[in-house]
């Protein structure tokens, strides 16, 4: 599976942007859970947001609760992120994921994803 990631770009600070996340090779719904992280310069990749393949289950990193939206338009996909409320420090490449791990390891490293997209750059400045 392919993952394509897109709808990055520059933005103000408490501007939005929505993500996409498409697959080819395959769907979302072949696998478990899909997953967003991000790298800002200089720093680690870390987990962003997280769904399950049914829909019930999500999951966010504590600093983009609140701001941040994972969805779905269906069980096979795409997969989208809406941020909202941005701030400067959200500036980083978006990566999307997927993977067939249970749902405990959604957070973290990125160890439970075996797909990855290839970044898209969001750009949060004035």
């Known amino acids: 599976v392919q993952l394509q990631a897109s ?3 520059l933005v103000q600070p408490g501007g939005s942007l929505r993500l996409s996340c498409a697959a080819s090779g395959g769907t979302f719904g072949d696998t478990s859970m899909v997953g967003w992280f ?3 310069p200089g720093k680690e ?3 962003v947001a997280g769904i399950s393949r ?3 289950k999500k999951a966010y990193a ?3 609760k609140g701001r941040f939206t994972i969805f779905k338009e269906t069980v096979k996909g795409p997969v989208f992120q809406q ?3 941005l701030r400067a420090e959200d500036t980083a490449v ?3 994921a997927a993977g067939f791990a249970g749902w405990d390891q959604v957070v973290g490293n990125g160890g439970g994803y075996t797909y990855w997209g290839q970044g ?6 004035s």
């Open 7 to 9: 709808g990055g770009g």
């Open 38 to 40: 991000r790298q800002a």
């Open 45 to 47: 990749r870390e987990f």
């Open 54 to 56: 049914s829909d019930r």
């Open 62 to 64: 504590d600093s983009v």
């Open 83 to 85: 941020m909202n409320s």
């Open 94 to 96: 978006y990566y999307c």
């Open 120 to 125: 898209t750059l969001v750009t949060v400045s």
